[in-house]
């Protein structure tokens, strides 16, 4: 109950349009003042949280985007993504999913996704008779699977506030994303084939890519495919930590930009420096704010009550985890992904641990139903982003959006079911839960 | 407004706040450099390392610290502009949808809780090296370096950070809008 009260004001005074980080921090500060008469070493606390080599993953993973991204080496993923598939029905969406897939390998971010792709991918939808419905729901879909799919910044505070194998994360989103693309995939073919059909002549299918245009193609895109291996590769082989993962990852993204493509200067580089401290300092004081407002639920005992009552009502692991989930849906209809893993998961974490439930199965099913909050209405980022590129009316991009929450539930439920498909491949690296 | 048709437009008081608003968005920017430089300085570290435990056999300890040091830099001295730029994570859902002085009083409100943040981080923060100072704290791998010496970049940066909310309310205050701020969209990590 303490909790609820709790999380309910903290959402009040956040909707008063405050910074989070402010919000969070003068929050907790103020119930610990009540509370114990002190708020604590605060300035020793910021520095030990910011003072950690594996949070330096977050920015080294921003540059390696920026450098691809500038140096224009994915510019030609949709190109190819399109000519490999094109014959299929509903081949353009099914390219966009594919381009998504890729992309979120190299970006990490679910809005870099859905903005990058979206711009290249939505209008030559709508020049092709894609239905517009269909062009926003696969792009606001699509770009969700950036965070799902390694590296995720979601998945790296994840991993530090529940103390968790950054590289087991990794792994374990993999074939979940790839679930989940197959399952987006499907859908755009069922729904557009059956459009193409209805349309009856008037729609003309590409006839599918030769040998020679596939390979042509692949070799347009060679460079960009290579980084998503060699990031990941280098963890799951134990050659990279998380950190040196995305040291060397930009490093290959930077070489790639600057030796081969030749599209990226000093410039460049510095604003890319520049960017990512500064997207750096608003995530971190984030992190720092919700340290302290853990730290103030631990002194209230609230994850306590939360095992205590867990044990009382003999509530299952699969119970306990279907209402998590509900309320982390709950929560992304109302704020941001990264606050809700950094408000939800100290509280949670020691009723994991109750129940026996795997960190790495918890994080992944948390992470997909981060998506959720990305493509739920009103503050999900991805429907703005779409918003931003089409103009289209933002109720219309929220209907397309509706099969793509769906098919994300189903996700859930079915990893809920088979928590092999997440934990398999870590468990080859020998993670051991 | 542009610049120059503001300009015409002003009262003595509101150019002097414009004047020193000018001032601490170049200190502001200053900042964001040494940031910038400590990230790729960050990505240079971690590439070293890896080098020298791979190709020379000769793995590194001092890098980590050194690496945690810079994110300490990174994040500190970039806060003050990500501020000035209205970068914040926030939810926005209700406060857009206001005009006028309602949305005026909303965004004092939003300054001024940054501004007690800034205070809290420069006030705990003094006190922490303060703290370390007297007890003569050094580095665990790079013992020439007092912790202290690190430990300031809390209330250095911090202060920076009252700096420009200070300057922010000003703005407010004197029926300006503060510069730059939601110019430039923050790089989403979602």
Not at chain 1, 228 to 248: C, D, H, K, R, W
Not at chain 2, 109 to 134: D, Q, S, W, Y
């Amino acid at each position: 109950m303490t909790f609820i009260v709790i999380l309910v004001a903290l959402i009040a005074l956040l909707y008063l349009g405050m910074p989070m980080f402010a919000g969070m921090l003068l929050f907790s500060a103020a119930v610990l003042w009540f509370a114990e008469g002190h708020i604590g070493n605060l300035g020793e606390f910021v520095f030990g949280q910011l003072n950690v080599y594996l949070l330096v993953a977050i920015p080294l993973f921003m540059l390696m985007a920026h450098f691809m991204v500038r140096g224009k080496v994915v510019d030609d993923l949709y190109d190819t993504a399109h000519t490999l598939v094109r014959h299929l029905p509903g081949g353009l969406g099914v390219a966009t999913v594919f381009a998504c897939a890729v992309f979120a390998a190299i970006s990490g971010s679910s809005v870099a996704t859905a903005l990058t792709i979206g711009a290249v991918a939505i209008p030559q939808m709508l020049r092709y008779n894609y239905s517009p419905r269909g062009a926003y729901g696969v792009v606001a879909g699509g770009g969700t699977l950036g965070i799902l799919i390694p590296p995720s910044a979601p998945m790296v505070l994840y991993g530090f506030v529940a103390d968790t194998s950054i590289g087991a994360l990794f792994m374990a989103g993999v074939l979940p994303g790839l679930l989940i693309s197959a399952l987006f995939a499907a859908y755009c073919m069922i729904t557009e084939g059956r459009r193409e059909r209805r349309m009856g002549p008037a729609h003309v299918r590409p006839p599918r890519a030769t040998w020679g245009e596939a390979l042509a193609s692949l070799r347009k895109s060679v460079w960009a495919l290579s980084l998503p291996p060699f990031v990941l590769g280098g963890m799951y082989f134990g050659i990279f930590t998380a950190t040196e993962a995305a040291a060397a990852g930009a490093l290959w993204a930077l070489i790639i930009a600057t030796v081969i493509y030749r599209k990226f200067g000093v410039r460049d580089l510095w604003e890319g420096a520049c960017d990512a401290a500064r997207t750096s300092a608003v995530l971190f004081l984030v992190i720092i704010a919700a340290g302290l407002f853990g730290y103030m639920l631990t002194i209230l005992r609230i994850p306590n009550q939360l095992v205590e009552l867990v044990a009382t009502y003999d509530v299952s692991k699969y119970q306990f985890l279907v209402a998590a989930m509900v309320l982390i849906f709950l929560l992304g209809l109302v704020l941001e992904s990264i606050s809700i893993i950094l408000i939800t998961t100290p509280v949670l974490l020691p009723v994991l641990d109750h129940l026996g439930i795997d960190k790495v199965w918890y994080g992944v099913l948390l992470t997909i139903n981060l998506e959720l909050a990305l493509i739920s209405p009103p503050v999900g980022m991805n429907l703005i982003v779409i918003k931003s590129i089409t103009k289209a009316p933002l109720a219309e991009i929220d209907k397309a959006a509706i099969p793509y929450i769906l098919m994300l539930i189903l996700g859930i439920a079915i990893l809920i079911a088979f928590p092999q498909i997440a934990l398999w491949l870590p468990q080859t690296m020998r993670y051991g839960g | 407004m542009s610049q120059p048709a503001e300009n015409t437009s002003l009262t003595p008081a509101q150019r002097r706040i414009r004047a020193v608003e000018r001032v601490v968005a170049a200190v502001s920017r200053a900042g964001l450099r040494l940031a910038a430089a400590a990230t790729l300085g960050a990505f240079g570290l971690v590439c070293y390392a890896i080098g020298m435990r791979y190709f020379f056999d000769r793995p590194q300890s001092w890098t980590d610290e050194a690496v945690g040091w810079l994110m300490v830099i990174i994040v500190m001295f970039a806060l003050p502009e990500a501020q000035r730029r209205g970068d914040h994570i926030g939810v926005d859902v209700l406060t857009e949808r206001m005009t006028g002085g309602r949305r005026r009083a909303f965004a004092i409100l939003g300054v001024g809780t940054v501004f007690a943040c800034a205070f809290l981080l420069v006030k705990e923060g003094i006190e922490t090296v303060l703290f370390t100072r007297m007890l003569g704290l050094l580095s665990n791998n790079i013992p020439e370096i007092d912790l202290w010496i690190v430990q300031a970049f809390v209330p250095a940066g911090g202060a920076l950070l009252a700096l420009v909310a200070v300057v922010q309310l000003a703005c407010y205050f004197a029926g300006l809008a503060p510069r730059d701020m939601g110019e430039h969209p923050k790089d989403s990590i979602e």
